[in-house]
């Protein structure tokens, strides 16, 4: 098959990475891609929000089949728009896709469908908000309903930083227009954990649990970001509370869309907070994470594409998933100054010699040499028996590794994650 994966980053990476090891795969294309990318598909530079210029490419060059990996062609309703011109692709409907583009409908939906999540106030005017914020119980957090890249959540721990969040939200448009409408939701307090699923819409399949580190610096300190690692595992879970997570938030959030007429297919993600009282939903997304898909993918053991048509073709109940046992660590390296401004262009030494598996998340080829070309650079990846082993292995390769004002986190995975 002729194979199109859509976006430019890590995640984008791996899973060319992992769809060139399979047999059904006899061409593969990467629109945009990025200097690693380049090395096992051909990359076209067509932007991943060019919806009509991925259709073009994809109907003129007979692609048998397109992966949408990034959030915004699947809110933009690229996967819609592929299957109208007769194009298998994978992901979810924009109708579906809105339980990422717009975190009012997800959390009216999980309070419509008995789905644990924080208690929350949607929002449609800074004065309104501001009035709320002036009664409400702190630390509280807020949130841009649509797209931000990641970045609309800002927990605020005062008064101050509260009004501050819903002023650079509302007024200041800081994330634009995914701000026109705010949630000021209670703040959940407890450990932080992911779980990815594929579903065909009825059958839903769990990955392996991983756990992101958003914040910039160590500690959990500093600004938020895309990810600066992940690890899998993400928590010592067990069966139970592998069960309860499954039976009250993962097959009712798949039913709960089936249900509104808008059927999964795709990854869902499953962003959780194990509290006192359980684990409640803090966010969904409808696609691989980043840098989660770089901590799981290279520790599933099926053919990924086969696990991507059964998706399409709604024949997921005859997939198990198998994954290498042990553990895994993932830890990105970044320009310095991201997540805020930063230099691109600088030579990146080590990625051949580092004896780690590397995935580009900014990077472009030039002359034969990598060059830096975005906030996250790098993805070091590493397995083991355990967790110390594969944090301790993933930490080899970023110290064999350099570029001009590299920055990356010291202590990913390196806290505990218990209730």
Excluded at 58 to 77: H, K, Q, R, S, T
Excluded at 156 to 172: P, Q, V
Aim: proline residues 4%; aromatic residues 8%; charged residues 25%.
């Amino acid at each position: 098959m002729r194979v199109l994966v859509i976006g430019s980053g890590g995640r984008e990476h791996v899973i060319c990475w992992k769809l060139k090891q399979s047999k059904r795969v006899t061409e593969l294309f990467c629109a945009p891609g990025n200097g690693g990318i380049a090395g096992l598909a051909t990359c076209v530079p067509i932007t991943a929000d060019d919806v009509e210029g991925i259709t073009r490419f994809a109907v003129e060059e007979n692609i048998d089949f397109v992966m949408v990996a990034p959030e915004n062609p699947l809110a933009l309703g690229l996967v819609d728009r592929l299957q109208s011109q007769g194009i298998r692709a994978f992901g979810p409907s924009a109708a579906a896709a809105r339980i990422e583009s717009s975190k009012a409908f997800s959390k009216d939906l999980m309070v419509r469908y008995n789905i644990p999540t924080a208690k929350y106030r949607l929002f449609e005017k800074e004065s309104d908000a501001l009035s709320y914020a002036s009664e409400i119980t702190l630390p509280a957090v807020v949130k841009a309903d649509g797209l931000a890249l990641g970045k609309g959540v800002i927990i605020a721990g005062d008064r101050m930083e509260l009004e501050d969040a819903i002023r650079a939200m509302f007024s200041e448009k800081k994330f634009g227009n995914a701000g026109d409408r705010v949630l000021i939701e209670e703040c959940l307090e407890g450990p932080e954990l992911t779980i990815l699923a594929f579903s065909d819409g009825d059958t839903v399949l769990p990955m392996i649990s991983s756990r992101d580190h958003k914040r910039a610096l160590d500690g959990d300190l500093g600004k938020n970001t895309g990810g600066m690692g992940a690890i899998t595992p993400g928590a010592d879970l067990t069966e139970a509370e592998e069960h309860r997570i499954l039976e009250t938030i993962i097959r009712p959030t798949i039913a709960a869309l089936k249900e509104e007429g808008a059927p999964f297919a795709g990854v869902i993600y499953f962003g959780l907070m194990l509290t006192r009282d359980g684990p409640k939903v803090i966010e969904y997304n409808a696609r691989f994470g980043d840098p989660e898909a770089q901590a799981i993918l290279p520790r599933l053991q099926n053919d990924l594409m086969e696990v991507f048509e059964a998706c399409v073709d709604h024949t997921l109940d005859r997939i198990k998933l198998v994954f290498k046992a042990g553990a895994s660590c993932c830890v990105v390296m970044a320009s310095g100054g991201y997540p805020d401004s930063y230099q691109k262009g600088y030579e990146i030494e080590g990625i051949e010699t580092c004896g780690k598996l590397v995935f580009h998340a900014g990077t472009r080829l030039s002359d034969g040499k990598y060059l830096t070309n975005g906030g996250r650079v790098l993805c070091v990846y590493a397995d083991a028996e355990t967790t110390e082993k594969a944090i301790d292995s993933a930490y080899e390769g970023v110290r064999g590794i350099w570029f001009r004002d590299m920055h990356y986190r010291n202590d990913i995975g390196q806290t505990e994650n218990k209730i």
